[in-house]
T-cell receptor, first 113, second 114 residues
């Protein structure tokens, strides 16, 4: 049962462009939504996270947009750079499961110079 | 701080062999977990622990055992390796036990079962 659906599977963006990755969830009890970034041969690392009480969170060039009614959230990378090329995972979790993460399938992002 | 360390980095097993993947963290984190990562499937939780002496099953526990005798160490045992267990295994830890805190990941162990 896939509780977090992520799209697209892969994405190619020109340097300086905007990268957008989308996720949808099913369980309305989820109340913590992080994005993780993974470079080849490395473990994932937290990039940015949001709670459902806000609609947007921005950290530098990275922004999460959250739509509670649609049960969707997205990652926007502004002014995308070749160093942003990585695999991005969205996830969701809730209090009564110790905030164990339910992961999306991942998006491989390639930024072309 | 070394963070989360995993050994070995690579391992090849034959079907039926057993082995232990090691994981250690030096951040005094209560919560530790093991994931497997397969192409197109994200990360799936195998087992987790909310503190020393406490372990529980995740989404895909069959064929794996864990123990947590200390806060620092959380080894994952493959009892009788099968080709379906070919994967990349990640150990992670977070502070606060049941809190929504950042998970820190190790560098992974790439396991191939022939």
């Amino acid at each position: 049962q896939q509780q977090v659906k992520q799209s697209p599977q892969s994405l190619i963006v020109q340097k300086g462009g905007i990268s957008i990755i989308n996720c949808a969830y099913e369980n309305t009890a989820f109340d913590y939504f992080p994005w993780y970034q993974q470079f080849p041969g490395k473990g994932p690392a937290l990039l940015i996270a949001i709670r459902p009480d806000v609609s947007e969170k921005k950290e530098g060039r990275f922004t999460i947009s959250f739509n509670k009614s649609a049960k969707q959230f997205s990652l926007h990378i502004m002014d995308s750079q070749p160093g942003d090329s990585a695999t991005y995972f969205c996830a969701a979790s809730k209090r009564d499961s110790n905030y164990q993460l339910i992961w999306g399938a991942g998006t491989k992002l390639i930024i072309k110079p | 701080n070394a963070g989360v360390t995993q050994t070995p980095k690579f391992q090849v097993l034959k079907t039926g062999q057993s082995m232990t993947l090691q994981c250690a963290q030096d951040m005094n984190h209560e919560y530790m977990s093991w994931y497997r990562q397969d192409p197109g499937m994200g990360l799936r939780l195998i087992h987790y622990s909310v503190g020393a002496g406490i372990t529980d099953q995740g989404e895909v526990p069959n064929g794996y055992n864990v123990s947590r005798s200390t806060t620092e160490d959380f080894p994952l045992r493959l009892l009788s390796a099968a080709p379906s267990q070919t994967s990349v295994y990640f150990c992670a830890s977070k502070n606060g036990g049941a809190a929504a805190n950042e998970q820190f990941f190790g560098p992974g162990t790439r396991l191939t079962v022939l």
